[in-house]
């Protein structure tokens, strides 16, 4: 099903290799029991969020264009689907892929983005005002601080740099 | 058994946590445990944000902590399920995927390093479960902790279970095995496997603070004095958001929550200064004065 749709129609924004990827984890066995989202916490506090009909259209050949306010977002990456579903199918791993061809696109949430900004930052996904005297108050010397510019030399290239919490 | 092994924190425990980090540091030598802090560690990073945004560099920095500790031979193991969690799926990947290791390893050349697979992770509730035993536990347990405590495994510490190679989630015991062995009593509840929502509250600050809501709500209807929580993410949401959750749903919980290093030392005749309590933001009476019992 590669890069065409039911009908043979070659497919929209994405590139094939996206297909390829999405095939790799397990969409062609999916066969809409929804163990997934029954299993999904997300789902059951949004009633938005629904990995089934995500992988749905997937099925059909749909590839939605993930916005930065699309519901594939909601997903907490808890693995619950994967637990439940009977055939295998990495839904997280999904969801995840989604996800990276949104931010690749410049459509990222800001919950995400902000953590983003602070990994680049420190190293560390964290806020670090307050930090010294929190420590304090248990008793505990100063907080140690990775190679900040290793990190930076080592991510050099990839997506996350050159966009890093930017959109 | 005891054993030496390094060290990772992680983020939020160092930083908004460290009452965990200090439960840690003061219980598990008692119990055999050696920590080396000798190690440049980053965020692992975090798999519910930066995996989503960008999967290959998420890889890249996870293999760059992993690589850390090769040559020393060290397991690594973390008070973080996230930091578990994301270190195990990398090495997952990277162990499954000649192409992708290589592809990962051309980027750590850049920075003169190299990941072979040879590095091992634990979250430290395996640690105490499976390399110290709770028979560790039982022998430095002063006074017994007559608490009831709703164990809350969360998500990650065994989820993917195919990759975390612990307990099987819906099955999971170590918490209340734990609760028995320092002298409390594990209250059965509904919801013991839901998420805590935290992550969430980034998209959806309703349906989180809803998945709050039904943990503090199970647990009370079942007489839990205290929640017990493996993951900061977790404490979080139950500590900081417990008022939150309270305010919005007109509520009273009141449940303190307490990390499973706490609940050791508390029972092992360590102060709740030294476990912290002071440090949180929901009332910990309830444990307190069971303390005073003894």
């Known amino acids: 099903m590669s890069g065409h ?31 997934c989202t029954s299993a999904c916490p997300s789902a059951l506090a949004t009633g938005a969020f629904n990995p089934r009909k995500i992988i749905l259209q997937l099925l059909l050949g749909e590839l939605p264009e993930v916005t930065a306010e699309d519901t594939v977002w909601m997903c907490v990456n808890c693995h619950s689907c994967e637990e439940a579903c009977p055939k295998e199918v990495r839904v997280a791993g999904i969801m995840n892929a989604l996800r990276n061809e949104g931010f690749k696109a410049g459509k990222a949430p800001k919950g995400y983005t ?8 420190s ?37 996350l740099k050159a966009k890093g919490g930017g959109n | 058994m005891g054993g030496r092994y390094a060290l990772m924190l992680g983020c939020l425990i160092p930083s908004r946590l460290p009452q965990i980090e200090a439960a840690c540091r003061r219980v598990f030598p008692l119990l055999g445990a050696e920590f080396d802090d000798n190690f440049d560690f ?6 519910p944000f930066i995996k989503p945004l960008d999967k290959e560099a998420w890889l890249t920095m996870a293999a760059r902590n992993l690589s850390l500790v090769e040559e020393a031979g060290l397991t690594i193991a973390t008070p973080c399920p996230g930091c578990s969690n994301t270190l195990l799926e990398a090495k997952h990947e990277l162990d499954h995927d000649k192409e992708l290791k290589a592809r990962v390893n051309e980027r750590l050349k850049n920075i003169d390093r190299e990941y072979k697979g040879k590095a091992n992770v634990r979250h430290l509730l395996q640690v105490l479960v499976e ?4 028979k560790k536990v039982e022998a430095i347990v002063k006074t017994p902790l007559k608490l009831k405590v709703a164990a809350h495994y969360g998500c990650h510490l065994l989820k993917p279970s195919k990759v975390m190679g612990f307990e099987e989630p819906f099955t999971a015991h170590s918490l209340e095995d734990l609760t028995k062995v320092v002298g409390g009593e594990p209250v059965e ?39 017990l929580v493996t993951c900061p993410t ?18 009273d919980y009141s449940i303190p929550v307490l990390y499973f290093a706490q609940l050791i030392g508390l029972a092992a005749g360590l102060t709740d200064k030294d476990m912290g309590l002071h440090a949180h933001r929901t009332k910990t009476t309830t444990v307190v004065d069971a303390l005073k019992g003894r």
């Open chain 1, 5 to 35: 749709d039911v009908e043979g129609n070659p497919l929209g924004p994405y590139a094939k290799d996206l297909h390829t990827l999405l095939d790799a984890q397990g969409i062609p066995h999916c066969y809409q029991c929804s163990r």
């Open chain 1, 114 to 121: 902000g953590n983003a900004n602070l990994l680049l930052a």
């Open chain 1, 123 to 159: 190293g560390l996904v964290a806020s670090l005002q307050g930090v010294d005297r929190a420590r304090t108050q248990v008793g505990l010397g100063k907080m140690r601080m990775p190679n900040i510019e290793e990190i930076r030399k080592l991510l050099e290239g990839t997506e």
């Open chain 2, 42 to 47: 980053s965020c692992c990073p975090n798999s």
């Open chain 2, 131 to 134: 390399d110290l035993g709770l």
């Open chain 2, 189 to 227: 509840y509904e919801n013991r496997d839901l998420c805590c929502g935290l992550v969430l509250g980034s998209t959806h600050l309703d349906g989180s603070l809803d998945l709050a809501h039904r943990k503090f709500s199970s647990a009370k209807a079942a007489g839990a004095d205290a929640l």
């Open chain 2, 234 to 251: 977790c404490f979080l949401q139950f500590d900081t958001g417990q008022m939150r959750a309270a305010k919005k749903f007109g509520a």
